[in-house]
């Protein structure tokens, strides 16, 4: 792999994140990349529902791979706040 990135921004009402990189990539269509012992992106996916966010994988072989989590801004505030007052 030669290079990988690392963004995070507001847009709009949603705090997002994506990872992504340049490296073998696999075809997420068919769901190979998503096989294997771990919680993995399907567990991600996963947690990302249960709070209300998106979460995508966007992957191609020989093409890299992207992953895109967006929490809406709201989710993000409480659950800080949560945290931090011992609400949660």
């Known amino acids: 792999m030669e290079q990988a990135s690392i963004t995070l921004r507001v847009r709009d009402r ?15 269509r068919s769901g190979e990349g998503l096989r294997g012992t771990g ?12 709070i209300g966010a998106n979460f995508t ?17 709201r989710t993000a505030v409480k659950t800080d706040l949560e945290e931090h007052d011992g609400l949660g």
């Open 14 to 28: 949603w705090l997002v994140l994506e990872i992504s990189d340049a490296g073998l990539g696999f075809d997420a």
């Open 39 to 50: 919680a993995g992106l399907r567990g991600m996916r996963e947690r990302a529902s249960l």
């Open 57 to 73: 994988v966007d992957s191609a072989v020989k093409g890299g791979t992207k992953i895109q989590l967006s929490v809406p801004v």
